[in-house]
C-alpha cells in the first residue's frame, strides 16, 4: 500500500463548478497535511495545510480532515480555467519530523 | 530575488558521465531537501540536510551524493549516469521541521539521460 494516495486523474469539471480532489494516507499518526499546486513545467506551490479534524477555508479552497478515516480532501469553488494543475498532496512523517511524502497528484482540467 | 534557486536548469548528457546541480536559498532556512519527480509526477525525496547536517537518506543509488557547504547551499553529484535517472530534481526548502512546516521549491533541474 503507498503510504499516500490519490487519484491520478485526470479530473474534468466545467468553469465555476466545484472541484473535489482526494487523498488517502496509511499512517494513522500522521499529524499535518498539505496541498500544493503544480503547473506543467513549473514547481509545486503550497495552496493550504491543515492539522485539526474539519475543515479549514482559504478564499475559494477548503482543506478537509479525516483522520479517523485517513482522509483530506480539497475543495475548489467557482473553479477557473486558471485552476487546471496537479495537485499534489503531502503528509509530514510522524517518525521523521522532516520528511514530507508526496501523492502522485490528481490532474484537473477545468473546461471553460 | 529568487528565493530557492537552482543551476542547471536543463541538463542532456551521456550514459555514464558525472554530473551536478546546485541549490541555493536566501530564505534563511535551516533544512533544505532535494525531491526527484519522474515522468509519472510522483515527487520522491532523496536527502534532506539540517544545519549542514544529513538527516534524511533515503533509498538512493550511493551514485548520488548530496553535499552542503553551508545552511544556505545544498549540491547534488550524480556519478555513472543511467538512463533511468532522466527526471526533474528540486530543490526544496523549509524553516526547521515543526511549525506550518511549508516547502520552497527551485524551479527544477530537468535532467535527460542519453
Known amino acids: 500500500q503507498k503510504e499516500v494516495e490519490q487519484n491520478s486523474g485526470p479530473l474534468s469539471v466545467p468553469e465555476g463548478a466545484i472541484a473535489s480532489l482526494n487523498c488517502t494516507y496509511s499512517?494513522?499518526?500522521?499529524?499535518?497535511f498539505f496541498w500544493y499546486r503544480q503547473y506543467s513545467g513549473k514547481s509545486p506551490e503550497l495552496i493550504m495545510f491543515?492539522?485539526?479534524?474539519g475543515d479549514k477555508e482559504d478564499g475559494r479552497f477548503t482543506a478537509q480532515l479525516n483522520k479517523a478515516s485517513q482522509y483530506v480532501s480539497l475543495l475548489i469553488r467557482d473553479s477557473q480555467p486558471s485552476d487546471s494543475a496537479t495537485y499534489l498532496c503531502?503528509?509530514?512523517?510522524?517518525?521523521?519530523?522532516?520528511?514530507?511524502?508526496f501523492g502522485t497528484g490528481t490532474r484537473l482540467k477545468v473546461l471553460a | 530575488d529568487t528565493a530557492v534557486s537552482q543551476t542547471p536548469k536543463y541538463l542532456v548528457t551521456q550514459m555514464g558521465n558525472d554530473k551536478s546541480i546546485k541549490c541555493e536559498q536566501n530564505?534563511?532556512?535551516?533544512?533544505m531537501y532535494w525531491y526527484k519527480q519522474d515522468s509519472k509526477k510522483f515527487l520522491k525525496i532523496m536527502f534532506s540536510?539540517?544545519?549542514?547536517?544529513?538527516?534524511i537518506n533515503e533509498t538512493v543509488p550511493n551514485r548520488f551524493s548530496p553535499k552542503s557547504p553551508d545552511k544556505a547551499h545544498l549540491n547534488l553529484h550524480i556519478n555513472s549516469l543511467e538512463l533511468g535517472d532522466s527526471a526533474v530534481y528540486f530543490c526544496?526548502?523549509?524553516?526547521?521541521?515543526?511549525?506550518?512546516?511549508?516547502?520552497?521549491f527551485g524551479e527544477g533541474s530537468r535532467l535527460t539521460v542519453l
Open positions: 526544496a526548502s523549509s524553516q526547521g521541521g515543526g511549525g506550518s512546516g511549508e516547502l520552497f
Open positions: 499512517d494513522r499518526g500522521s499529524q499535518s
Open positions: 491543515i492539522y485539526s479534524n
Open positions: 503531502a503528509v509530514k512523517s510522524p517518525q521523521e519530523a522532516y520528511k514530507y511524502i
Open positions: 530564505l534563511g532556512h535551516d533544512t
Open positions: 540536510y539540517n544545519n549542514k547536517e544529513l538527516i
